[in-house]
């Protein structure tokens, strides 16, 4: 043994003290991910020139340009305007004609001209302005809904992209140590210091190391597209490095969580609007059981006599058939209510789940942070410090040294994927409680 470590070539020295040296960045990196639980270091380090991209203006643009955001709020804008329409008398008719009656004398011949207008029974007009007016409120929570909902999902979208970005950089770096591992190895095994299968294994790992960049360039690819989509871009077009993400403590209790989603939510509120429209189509319906008028005033002109008359009528709408006509719309209005109101129950259902869901997934995300980047990176961390010298003076074997890398990538983008699980969960917390979390209850807007 003696003569062995005597004739082992300085090269071999050289290439480990090479090969421990490149892993002091990586775990470096890692003891800096023990900084404070608000603010994680998940920066994406790029090449100079290369663009960042910012939530904020993202959401800014998604705002503006979004296709579905815009209809909603056309169709916000076409409800308002048929709130007038529909409290608006009917036009009124415009009359003209000639009569001429020889049979009868005097003859009566001469022109006729005078309106007529329908004059629907009192109330009518005024509930169907209602019936539209809460329409119209309920098409506004829709917009706001629909414009929180996409905020969520490029926010998902964002932190998955920025998780693809953090993921590649680290296998980047995981693969330029394996290689240099597999040199090292090769070096070993040529003057019988290690074995073939340590070089086998390194060759394995380098190549599900390449496998898994084929994943995360494919997934980047599809986030890519996915927030072109919503932002109403190509496609194919490219974004840049996501900026530095950070994790923010949730203070606000599940109950409080709970009643801004019973107060707030756009959602909630669209279907509750949706009840009061179909209790004022109830109402309507059952003011359809009394007659409409018609009011008609002409003036005649008798040209035998050279003079002038007027003629007065009013008609009335007899809801004669009221079995088929007015009872079923009354029963279509109650149906509608009772299920405008088990609309209500499924979405205030939905939304306390999904608050309750995202607020434990919260939870979860922050404990796990804190386990990861107090205890389990630092443990491995120093883990890999013991195998690096060890391997060095060669008390460990390669798989010693493999798996205590390994360890520190795994817990590495576990951290990440957790501060990301994290601000999606909080994602998800603001679209059904109504906006931002930050603030006061009472001063809070819905859809704000």
Same mark, same amino acid.
């Given at each position: 043994?003696?003569r ?11 290439a ?11 775990w ?10 608000t603010?994680?270091?998940?920066a994406v380090h790029t090449?100079?020139g ?8 993202l959401i ?9 955001i815009?209809a909603?709020r ?13 409290k608006?008398?009917p036009? /009124? ?5 000639y ?5 009868? /004398? /005097?003859?009566?011949? @001469?022109v ?7 004059i629907p029974f009192?109330?009518?007009l005024?509930?169907k302005?209602?019936?539209a007016q ?5 098409l ?7 414009r ?5 999902a ?13 993921s #590649?950089e680290?296998?980047?770096k995981n ?7 597999e ?5 070993r ?8 299968q340590?070089v086998?294994?390194?060759?394995v790992? #380098?190549?599900?190391?390449?496998? &898994? ?8 690819e599809?986030?890519?597209a996915?927030?072109? &989509?919503?932002l109403?871009? /190509?496609?194919?077009?490219l974004?840049?490095?996501p900026?530095?993400a ?10 409080e !969580?709970?009643r801004r ?8 509120l ?5 009840i009061?429209?179909?209790?004022r ?8 059981y ?5 009011v008609?005033a002409l ?11 007027y003629q007065?009528?009013?008609g009335i709408k ?7 006509k007015?009872?079923?719309g009354v ?15 499924a979405t205030?259902?939905?939304m !306390? ?11 979860r995300?922050?404990?796990l942070?804190t ?9 491995a ?7 690096q010298?060890?391997y060095a ?5 390669f798989?010693? !040294?493999?798996?205590?890398?390994l360890? !520190? ?7 990440? @994927? ?9 994602a998800?917390?603001e679209?059904?409680t109504g @906006?931002?979390l ?5 001063e809070r807007?819905?859809?704000?």
């Open positions: 043994m003696t062995l470590l005597v004739h082992i070539p300085s090269w071999i020295f050289a480990l003290t090479f090969a421990v040296v490149s892993l002091a960045p990586l470096v990196s890692g003891a800096q991910d023990t900084g404070g639980a603010r994680s270091d998940t090449a100079p290369d663009d960042r991209i910012t939530l904020q203006s800014e643009e998604l705002v503006t340009r979004s296709p579905e815009k909603a056309q169709r916000w804008e076409t409800a308002q305007a048929v709130v007038p329409q529909v608006t008398l036009d /009124p008719r415009l009359q003209l004609g009569q001429r009656m020889p049979m009868v /004398p /005097p003859v009566v011949e @001469g006729m001209y005078g309106f007529g207008q329908d009192p109330g009518k005024r509930l302005g209602e019936v809460q329409e119209s409120e309920r506004e929570q829709e917009y706001y809904a629909t929180l909902r996409l905020v969520a490029l926010k998902q979208d964002y932190f998955d992209l920025h998780f693809v970005h953090k #590649i680290i296998v980047e693969k330029a140590l394996l290689m240099q591992f040199k090292t190895a090769k070096a095994y040529s003057v019988g210091q290690a074995a073939q340590d086998f294994r390194a060759q790992e #380098i190549s599900r190391v390449l496998d &898994r960049l084929a994943v995360l360039d494919q997934q980047k599809s986030l890519h996915a927030i072109n &989509r919503l109403n871009r /190509p496609p194919a077009g974004l840049g490095t900026e530095e950070h994790t923010t403590i949730l203070t606000i209790p599940l109950q !969580l709970s989603a019973d107060e707030f939510s756009p959602a909630l669209a279907t509750a609007k949706g009061e429209r179909s209790e189509s109830v109402s309507l319906a059952k003011r359809q009394y007659p409409d008028f018609d008609t003036g005649i002109r008798n040209d035998k006599i050279n003079d002038n008359g007065v009528m009013v007899i809801p004669l058939f009221y079995e088929t007015q009872k079923q029963r279509e209005a109650l149906a509608s209510l009772e299920g405008a109101r088990e609309d209500f129950s205030r259902q939905d !306390l789940f999904q608050v309750k869901d995202s607020f434990v997934q919260a939870q995300a922050e404990r942070i386990i990861l980047r107090d205890a389990i990176i630092p443990q961390t120093l883990a890999l410090q013991a195998a010298a060890s003076v060669g008390k460990v074997d798989l010693t !040294l493999l798996n205590s890398l360890i !520190l990538q795994d817990g590495q983008l576990e951290l990440h @994927g957790e501060i990301v699980s994290h601000e999606k969960s909080l998800r917390l679209a059904v @906006g931002p930050g603030g006061p209850l009472s807007k819905p859809g704000s």
